[in-house]
């Protein structure tokens, strides 16, 4: 079984690393971040998820968004678990369930807000951690926050795909920067149930390729689907892409991971697998350069399973989740986030993983 190699030194980037927006939060994860090379210096565009800090246990503050005076301002809401117990299931530390919601339980709120925050490093391994949020939760759509960014590079843009949470649900939208320093929003480019979205970093016979997972009610499984666009706003020609297996690591759900990159036998993509009691792996498919709906290898076990304790143990554990890699000098670097809780690093050398997919 031929698998990553994990970091010496993981995790990389800790909740205690980052400082947070407001006195009155706390951060509780450092994770799922975008990856990207810019000038000299590797950009790692950090999910970070705050929660607000209560002094009472049987009260809980949840931060969000709301608007007020035209703007979206950044609102705590408490709860009292004893007094609203009735209407309220505060089982989960992740989401706050609504009671007698029928037989799918309903999310009424996140527990935190996450914004994305900008890490800088020269060697891709030490970064440094800025002290304020690069971009916060803003509009009807963010009222929830903003998760998983990933960033392709087209031209002289880095284009910035996230998930958008709010009571509409789970969105993907877009941004684009040239510098990291400012940015411009796009706005919605995938309506809910649908993220984990990878835009391939060039365009492929005339138009951009995305693979995206929207996630079915009653009929169906969350799958992987590719999807085509000549402007990266407007997406069509939606194509059933790869589907959860009947038994084993991938049988819960799928969707893409780290953005694809090319080598010369083939488009790489990095993606993550859940089961049915939702441990999360790391996989890989090789697709074909000219049609990547076209699968021409697939790695028949993980290249990355959680086994570390920051991976087995965290916010959410037994979590391995990959939004961005970078493949430079025939070594891939995964970045990946661990239990719902930290950034860590992992290594393949392409040959590596090239046995891996039985090539």
């Known amino acids: ?24 939060l706390k951060v509780e994860c450092t994770i799922n971040a975008g990856i990207t090379r810019y000038n000299n210096e590797i950009i790692m565009l950090i999910r970070v998820a705050e929660s607000a800090i209560s002094e009472n246990k049987n009260i809980l503050k949840v931060p969000l968004m709301e608007k007020q005076s035209e703007k979206y ?13 009735d209407k309220y299931d505060f089982s989960d530390c992740r989401v706050i369930f609504a009671k007698n919601s029928g037989a799918t339980k309903k999310i009424s709120y996140l527990t935190s807000l996450s914004h994305f925050r900008i890490a800088r490093s020269k060697d891709g391994i030490k970064f440094d951690v800025e002290e304020k949020p690069f971009m916060f939760p803003d ?13 392709t590079k087209l031209g002289d843009y880095y284009y910035i795909n996230y998930t958008a949470v709010s009571e509409c649900g789970a969105a993907t939208a877009l941004a684009k920067t040239k510098d990291f320093v400012t940015y411009e929003r796009l706005g919605i480019i995938f309506e809910p149930e649908n993220k984990d979205v990878c835009i391939f970093p060039e365009k492929i016979n005339g138009e951009f390729f995305a693979f995206h997972r929207p996630v079915p009610n009653q009929i169906g499984t969350p799958d992987i689907w590719s999807a085509k666009s ?5 997406w069509g020609q939606y194509k059933h892409f790869d589907k959860v297996s009947e038994s084993g690591w991938e049988n819960g759900r799928i969707g893409g991971g780290a953005v694809p990159f090319k ?3 083939g488009w790489i993509e990095v993606y ?23 699968i021409l290898a697939r790695t028949k076990t993980p290249i990355l399973e959680p086994e570390a304790p920051y991976e087995v143990e965290g916010f959410f554990g037994n979590v391995v989740f990959t939004c961005g890699a970078l493949y ?6 995964i970045y990946y986030g661990g239990a719902d809780k930290v ?14 997919l039985g090539i």
């Open 272 to 294: 993550h697998a859940a089961d049915k009691d939702s441990r999360y792996c790391l996989g890989a498919l090789l697709l074909d350069l000219e049609n990547p709906n076209i």
């Open 230 to 234: 000549s402007d990266l706003i407007h």
């Open 343 to 356: 950034m860590a690093l992992a290594e393949i050398p392409i040959e590596d993983l090239y046995r891996a």
């Open 328 to 333: 430079e000098e025939g070594i891939l670097r």
């Open 139 to 151: 509009g009807y759509y963010e009222t929830w926050g903003i998760e998983d960014p990933r960033i």
């Open 263 to 265: 080598t010369e036998k």
């Open 1 to 24: 079984m031929i698998k990553a190699t994990r970091y010496a030194h993981n995790p990389i980037i800790t909740p205690a690393d980052v400082k947070p927006s407001r006195e009155d």
């Open 73 to 85: 301002q950044l609102v705590i809401k408490e709860f009292n678990k004893l007094d609203d117990a």
